[in-house]
């Protein structure tokens, strides 16, 4: 489980870290029981929920095994300047790296350099990897860099859906 910057806010899953689907359900059983308390509805979270920590630590417990055996390769971390990045718009590594030399210090930015995040996907496929050069290249961490700024849709509708959608329809 994970502490976002929020009180009321917890994280679970591999959004908090990695560590594979059964750890990920284990932590949203524990981040239910916070919330169970943060409601009144029981007492002890941390004494309910101690067999599941019990478990997920066992679980975790190859976690840094795996990490050190299998690390990410070399060109998934620093990806050649001829590799397209962003596939909707057709942004290289190379053109990412030239918008960090010119200034551009987010993946916001970027879009108006070459329009990276803003093809039909919405930067769901490129977004991390475009904030993760540009922070490499501008010496920031990816927080410092940021994220692309979620728009509406959040998932592309085809036309014919739009023509459908009547606004009387339940969801």
Known sequence: MGVSSHPSISIAGDGAGIGGAKVAALSGEIAAFGAA???GLV?????LSAPLQKKRA?????????DRAYP????CLWPANDTIICRCEE????????????GCKGPNQAKAFRRSGMGPCQGRFCGLTVTEILAQ???QTQIETGALRIR?????????ELAAYS?????
């Open 37 to 39: 308390q943060t409601l």
């Open 72 to 75: 990410p390769f070399e060109q």
């Open 91 to 102: 942004v290289t590594a190379g053109d990412i790296r030239r918008f960090a030399e010119l």
């Open 58 to 66: 066992k679980k975790l417990a190859v976690r840094p095994f795996l």
């Open 167 to 171: 606004p009387d329809q339940e969801n």
């Open 152 to 160: 509406s849709p959040l998932k592309p509708v085809t036309l014919g």
């Open 43 to 47: 007492s002890d979270a941390e004494a």
């Open 137 to 139: 290249e501008t010496g």
